[in-house]
């Protein structure tokens, strides 16, 4: 009673963006995480204006959370909004830093009236030398082999004055190790005083001096932040771009670009192109990885946020070519058309990024959780479409889609050997048209599916939508322990299936066999694709399918 109530108190409100819900009067992003737990955070919001701006900043993030490429607390970071960081911002703070250590070395020469005036006794010199040297040694140690506690600090600090340190990532990892050099001087400049090696300490302190950072003044300041308030927006800058570049483009170039620069927006927001950093850049490009080809069914059909929330088996999305081909054009957009010909930018956020070409591939599961899945699968005693279709899939690797769409017309029987099979009509390749064997355990399912049904009638009727099978498969991994994610870090959905029927299958039968029951294309380097350049009977392919055993 008391869910219901809370729930009651935080449901969706009327034109409340997706992925918040408001509680009182103050809107809170919620949405579910890959452990099945919820996210929830306040937007510090009353206003439904603010919290759809809010929203559509960080809407293109969630999935990235949910897929675990993004994580909780970067995404936390996302909801505060910190400012891109710049140079001028990070010697600020390396200043103040290293000017902190510099009066420290100054006031050594005090210490000794210092702790006298207050009671504490004469220095022990030979002490202080061993604990400096040894503390100069610890730094630099960790400098030497890259374990900079340094660096870590000075990204604390910078959240803490509201910037994003990932802005400038290598800029904050020099910073670090300039700081730990300092680090290490300052605890020198104790071990060379103390020693009485005195022009030492005058050096090091001279070095102190020396490594201090030069921050702008307060006038040049000033002029940045004036010139950075005038800075033109993202669609104000894309729309010069396309006038001054799309009189040369083709009608196809033309449609293709806009739907990169509408993802690019998406990811980024609206914002000042002297805003956009790297880290803004990655991102997009790791929404993009995720998407399917649009001029496909389903997704022709879809908005693009809906693309990015879909669960896309990773044959539909798209290739690693065109991922490069969407950077390729915000590379020809920053960098040299806003930096090198507009002078608008002085640091393009596309240099220095390179897209590494990346199979695009799903998690399968392992032989333990397929034989929870499929176990609870049987057990199932209603008779809607789960129990059939998941087994089914379980049990010929065949596509989601394929079995979706099988009609009576295409559960056959062999003559030669009497076995049943599915023959697959249609496909995205000529390898894909093709015989699969049914697998004993399902048979009498499928034949109690076509019973009195006309030929052409479907062998799942009312079968739902896309979606809905999703979530099913989905609920039915959380019943069965088998997590989003494998240990790889690959993500698991209904395609896994095929996946974990190919890893298996490959275990027992020979690979063209496979590939010739799955519809893949067949790969000639195996050696003994030959041997099936002929039309491949049913029984030479039912070692396949007979050697699948879940139970």
């Given at each position: 009673?008391?869910?219901?109530?809370?729930?009651?108190?935080?449901?969706?409100?009327?034109?409340?963006?997706?992925?918040?819900?408001?509680?009182?009067?103050?809107?809170?992003?919620?949405?579910?995480?890959?452990?099945?737990?919820?996210?929830?955070?306040?937007?510090?919001?009353?206003?439904?204006?603010?919290?759809?701006?809010?929203?559509?900043?960080?809407?293109?993030?969630?999935?990235?959370?949910?897929?675990?490429?993004?994580?909780?607390?970067?995404?936390?970071?996302?909801?505060?909004?910190?400012?891109?960081?710049?140079?001028?911002?990070?010697d600020s703070l390396l200043f103040r830093l290293l000017e902190t250590d510099l009066k420290e070395a100054e006031r050594i020469p005090q210490l000794g009236s210092i702790i006298r005036a207050a009671g504490l006794g004469p220095v022990n010199a030979a002490d202080t030398v061993?604990?400096?040297?040894?503390?100069?040694?610890?730094?630099?140690?960790?400098?030497?082999?890259?374990?900079?506690?340094?660096?870590?600090?000075?990204?604390?600090?910078?959240?803490?004055?509201?910037?994003?340190?990932?802005?400038?990532?290598?800029?904050?990892?020099?910073?670090?190790?300039?700081?730990?050099?300092?680090?290490?001087?300052?605890?020198?400049?104790?071990?060379?005083?103390?020693?009485?090696?005195?022009?030492?300490?005058?050096?090091?302190?001279?070095?102190?001096?020396?490594?201090?950072?030069?921050?702008?003044?307060?006038?040049?300041?000033?002029?940045?932040?004036?010139?950075?308030?005038?800075?033109?927006?993202?669609?104000?800058?894309?729309?010069?771009?396309?006038?001054?570049?799309?009189?040369?483009?083709?009608?196809?170039?033309?449609?293709?670009?806009?739907?990169?620069?509408?993802?690019?927006?998406?990811?980024?927001?609206?914002?000042?192109?002297?805003?956009?950093?790297?880290?803004?850049?990655?991102?997009?490009?790791?929404?993009?990885?995720?998407?399917?080809?649009?001029?496909?069914?389903?997704?022709?059909?879809?908005?693009?946020?809906?693309?990015?929330?879909?669960?896309?088996?990773?044959?539909?999305?798209?290739?690693?070519?065109?991922?490069?081909?969407?950077?390729?054009?915000?590379?020809?957009?920053?960098?040299?058309?806003?930096?090198?010909?507009?002078?608008?930018?002085?640091?393009?956020?596309?240099?220095?990024?390179?897209?590494?070409?990346?199979?695009?591939?799903?998690?399968?599961?392992?032989?333990?959780?397929?034989?929870?899945?499929?176990?609870?699968?049987?057990?199932?005693?209603?008779?809607?479409?789960?129990?059939?279709?998941?087994?089914?899939?379980?049990?010929?690797?065949?596509?989601?889609?394929?079995?979706?769409?099988?009609?009576?017309?295409?559960?056959?029987?062999?003559?030669?050997?009497?076995?049943?099979?599915?023959?697959?009509?249609?496909?995205?390749?000529?390898?894909?048209?093709?015989?699969?064997?049914?697998?004993?355990?399902?048979?009498?399912?499928?034949?109690?599916?076509?019973?009195?049904?006309?030929?052409?009638?479907?062998?799942?009727?009312?079968?739902?939508?896309?979606?809905?099978?999703?979530?099913?498969?989905?609920?039915?991994?959380?019943?069965?322990?088998?997590?989003?994610?494998?240990?790889?870090?690959?993500?698991?959905?209904?395609?896994?299936?095929?996946?974990?029927?190919?890893?298996?299958?490959?275990?027992?039968?020979?690979?063209?066999?496979?590939?010739?029951?799955?519809?893949?294309?067949?790969?000639?380097?195996?050696?003994?694709?030959?041997?099936?350049?002929?039309?491949?009977?049913?029984?030479?392919?039912?070692?396949?399918?007979?050697?699948?055993?879940?139970?």
């Amino acid at each position: 009673m008391g869910n219901n109530s809370v729930y009651n108190k935080s449901r969706n409100v009327s034109n409340t963006p997706k992925y918040t819900t408001k509680r009182g009067e103050t809107f809170y992003i919620n949405f579910r995480l890959p452990s099945g737990k919820f996210f929830r955070q306040s937007l510090a919001t009353d206003s439904l204006k603010t919290a759809q701006a809010t929203m559509s900043r960080l809407s293109a993030y969630i999935p990235l959370v949910q897929a675990g490429q993004m994580s909780e607390e970067d995404f936390k970071l996302k909801i505060v909004d910190l400012k891109a960081l710049t140079k001028r911002d990070l010697d600020s703070l390396l200043f103040r830093l290293l000017e902190t250590d510099l009066k420290e070395a100054e006031r050594i020469p005090q210490l000794g009236s210092i702790i006298r005036a207050a009671g504490l006794g004469p220095v022990n010199a030979a002490d202080t030398v061993e604990t400096a040297k040894g503390y100069a040694g610890a730094v630099s140690d960790d400098l030497i082999n890259g374990h900079s506690f340094s660096e870590n600090l000075i990204k604390y600090n910078l959240k803490h004055e509201g910037f994003d340190p990932d802005s400038l990532p290598f800029e904050v990892m020099v910073a670090g190790s300039r700081w730990d050099m300092c680090r290490a001087q300052l605890y020198e400049a104790y071990q060379a005083f103390y020693s009485k090696d005195l022009p030492r300490y005058q050096q090091i302190i001279q070095g102190l001096k020396q490594a201090l950072p030069v921050v702008p003044e307060a006038a040049e300041l000033e002029a940045d932040v004036e010139e950075e308030s005038v800075s033109i927006l993202l669609s104000e800058a894309w729309a010069m771009f396309v006038k001054d570049k799309g009189s040369h483009w083709v009608r196809s170039i033309e449609k293709e670009n806009k739907r990169f620069f509408e993802i690019l927006i998406h990811v980024v927001g609206d914002q000042p192109v002297t805003s956009i950093t790297k880290q803004d850049i990655r991102k997009t490009l790791d929404v993009i990885t995720a998407l399917p080809k649009r001029f496909a069914h389903p997704y022709k059909t879809m908005t693009l946020q809906q693309c990015i929330d879909h669960d896309v088996p990773e044959e539909d999305l798209l290739s690693s070519a065109m991922v490069k081909k969407h950077l390729k054009i915000y590379s020809s957009f920053f960098k040299v058309y806003l930096k090198d010909e507009k002078d608008v930018l002085t640091l393009a956020p596309t240099e220095g990024i390179k897209y590494e070409v990346k199979e695009n591939r799903g998690g399968n599961f392992s032989a333990p959780e397929m034989k929870r899945l499929v176990a609870h699968l049987d057990g199932l005693t209603d008779d809607n479409w789960r129990k059939a279709y998941f087994l089914t899939l379980c049990h010929t690797g065949a596509r989601r889609g394929e079995i979706a769409d099988l009609k009576v017309s295409q559960f056959r029987t062999d003559e030669l050997t009497g076995r049943r099979y599915l023959f697959i009509e249609d496909g995205k390749t000529d390898h894909a048209k093709r015989q699969i064997p049914v697998h004993k355990s399902i048979e009498g399912i499928l034949e109690k599916l076509a019973e009195g049904k006309k030929i052409t009638d479907r062998l799942f009727p009312k079968f739902p939508g896309y979606k809905e099978v999703t979530d099913a498969w989905v609920t039915i991994m959380r019943q069965c322990n088998a997590p989003d994610f494998n240990e790889k870090g690959q993500k698991r959905r209904v395609h896994s299936i095929r996946h974990s029927f190919i890893t298996k299958a490959l275990t027992h039968a020979r690979p063209v066999q496979v590939q010739l029951v799955v519809g893949h294309s067949l790969t000639e380097s195996l050696g003994i694709t030959a041997r099936y350049t002929h039309e491949p009977t049913l029984e030479e392919l039912l070692s396949v399918v007979d050697g699948i055993d879940w139970r």
